[in-house]
């Protein structure tokens, strides 16, 4: 038998506590909730239609100021549940580009006809190919860009009136009268 | 009425082979490249399939993405990189050494080095107190051969 006060019988105890700790840490945390690989990235290069106008959009349009980039689709329940606050926070000035995600054209132009629309413009990703490169994976997400065109933060799941404050609020310029103006304006 | 049920019995099988994308190759090496890659591609969205098995919608557009890369003739690690530095190492079911995933690589040699000694240790001690056991014995014996 080994002698009690042998160092090597905490061994498994260590190596418990370690464990224990490691696997601990993940205990709390979301599952869906996956570390953003694009931070710090541009949004990557397209060309898109728009959804209510004749236009076409690149990624060049996400530049100059400030600005939302909110994947949605009228398939999506959550995203229903997120309306009314994309909804407050157009009206408080925040400007948000819209991605409809693999959606029915028709459904998604009737969706902000009946529920209102809290976006400056409306990209039409009908195959989920800019989703692909932004790396979304499923809908509602939304990514705070900022005037250089580079994703400072990306939500995935639903926003509102708490995830605006604990996350996107501190990632920008001081006031939020600031949100949608030129940067260094 | 029985006639109709052995017709609609016979049209299941082509309602399953509807459901299976099929992807064009220009070599049987494209194919076996494909079907590796999408298996080491974990689906972002089902979190526990990968991109091969999943009928997640998104598996299949990241199936579609992996076909376009091979065809476009992208190495593997431009098509792994891809979607590493999109969806970050979760994606890949065989993630890098660094120094997020140092633990995962290290826990599992640090617990077999110190089971390693352990053991060596406890096999010593067990030995050494058998030689012991042993000459106690044969002391008892030759007591017993010679009085």
């Not at chain 2, 120094?99 to 617990?111: G, K, N, Q």
Request: hydrophobic share 40%; charged share 20%.
């Amino acid at each position: 038998m080994m002698k009690a006060n042998s160092p090597w019988v905490f061994l498994p105890l260590a190596g418990f506590v370690l464990l224990a700790l490691v696997l601990g840490s993940g205990l709390g945390r979301d599952p869906q909730e996956l570390p953003s690989a694009l931070v710090g990235k541009p949004v990557p290069a397209f060309t898109l239609p728009s959804l209510l106008t004749e236009e076409n959009f690149t990624e060049q349009s996400m530049t100059g100021r400030w600005q939302l980039l909110n994947v949605w689709a009228t398939w999506c329940p959550t995203c229903h549940v997120e309306h009314p606050y994309l909804l407050t926070l157009a009206a408080q000035g925040v400007p948000i580009t819209g991605i409809n995600y693999k959606d029915e054209l028709p459904a998604a132009r009737e969706y902000l006809a009946n529920m209102g629309n809290p976006f400056t413009h409306v990209i039409v990703d009908e195959d989920g190919q800019l989703g692909l490169d932004l790396g979304v994976y499923g809908a509602p997400e939304t990514f705070l860009i900022s005037p250089k065109g580079e994703i400072v933060l990306r939500h995935a799941g639903e926003l509102n009136e708490r995830v605006w404050r604990e996350k996107f609020l501190p990632l920008l310029p001081s006031r939020t009268s600031d949100v949608g103006k030129e940067d260094g304006a | 009425m029985i006639l109709l049920r052995i017709f609609l019995f016979a049209l299941l099988p082509l309602q399953a082979l509807a459901a299976i994308d099929v992807y064009q190759f220009d070599s049987p090496q494209q194919e076996d490249r494909f079907h590796r890659l999408t298996e080491e591609l974990r689906c972002p969205k089902c979190q526990n399939q990968s991109i091969a098995d999943s009928d997640a919608d998104l598996a299949r557009d990241m199936r579609d993405r992996v076909h376009g890369m091979i065809v476009e003739g992208k190495s593997d690690d431009e098509i792994v990189g891809y979607f590493v530095s999109r969806y970050g190492d979760f994606v890949s079911y065989r993630p890098p050494v660094n120094a997020r995933t140092s633990v995962l690589w290290l826990i599992p040699l640090l617990m077999l080095l110190g089971g390693g000694v352990l053991i060596v240790r406890l096999l010593r001690k067990a030995s050494a107190q058998a030689d012991q056991q042993d000459s106690n014995d044969d002391g008892e014996h030759n007591r017993g051969e010679s009085p």
